[in-house]
């Protein structure tokens, strides 16, 4: 079945500095949504790429889908201690509204 | 924005209870709502596709018979723990597509603790 994987597991950067999670699927996407989670709490979505190659950014945030649309990432400039939370990607396959979520990046920043 | 709801937020029982959790799209209709599993430190698993006025199609390793789902009706899903065991303790989230915004929302959650 589909898997989708997220690299780093972990990451703990000082404020400051640039933040990067990537996401890779095992087959063909039709779109991929990205979360952010606090601890205790429940995922809220961020963003949701359906073209390939495409580009968003909110903010100091930045996402991006694969041309192949079977991978994505998620770039942060600058991190805040606000940026504190698990990054989780979730990718939709064709034919379905099934997500399924990636592992997941713990994001830990150092005042 | 949509809104889901789940309740109840926290749920404590006994080893052999069983426990209902109820997801609600709140402004908009949803024909299938998603019921996914997190357990501390890991990502959200799905356990089974909630389908209005059908059965409900389960993911591979998740028994039917231990978690019913109910989609009564198209704002309401609901899902019941039964005989639940200390290993069932986890976080179970609900989500709803919305198929007119072509994404999904998630409810708030429901921590489950059986003691």
């Known amino acids: 079945g589909q898997q989708v994987m997220q690299i780093p597991q972990y990451q703990h950067v000082q404020e400051g500095e640039d933040f990067t999670t990537y996401c890779n699927s095992s087959?063909?996407?039709?779109?991929i949504q990205w979360y952010k989670q606090r601890p205790g709490g429940h995922p809220v979505f961020l963003i949701q790429?359906?073209?390939?190659?495409e580009v968003k950014k909110q903010k100091r945030l930045t996402f991006q889908f694969g041309e192949a649309k079977k991978n994505s990432s998620l770039h942060i400039t600058a991190t805040q201690t606000t940026d504190v939370g698990t990054y989780f990607c979730?990718?939709?396959?064709?034919?379905?509204?099934?997500?399924?979520f990636g592992t997941g990046t713990r994001l830990k920043v150092l005042a | 924005g949509a809104v889901v709801s789940q309740h109840p937020s926290r749920v404590i029982c006994k080893s052999g209870t069983s426990v209902k959790i109820e997801c609600r799209s709140l402004?908009?209709?949803?024909?299938?709502m998603f019921w996914y599993r997190q357990f501390p430190k890991q990502s959200l698993m799905l356990m089974a596709t909630?389908?209005?006025?059908?059965?409900?199609?389960?993911e591979q390793g998740v028994e039917k018979d231990k978690f019913l789902i109910n989609h009564a009706s198209l704002t309401l899903s609901t899902l019941t723990v039964t005989s639940a065991h200390p290993e069932d303790s986890s976080f179970y989230i609900c989500?709803?597509?919305?198929?007119?915004?072509?994404?999904?929302?998630f409810g708030p959650g429901t921590r489950l603790t059986v003691l």
């Open positions: 989500s709803a597509p919305d198929n007119a915004a072509d994404t999904q929302y």
């Open positions: 087959t063909t996407l039709s779109n």
């Open positions: 790429l359906v073209k390939s190659g």
């Open positions: 979730a990718g939709r396959g064709s034919g379905t509204y099934k997500y399924i």
């Open positions: 402004d908009f209709q949803a024909t299938t």
């Open positions: 909630s389908n209005e006025g059908s059965k409900a199609t389960y």
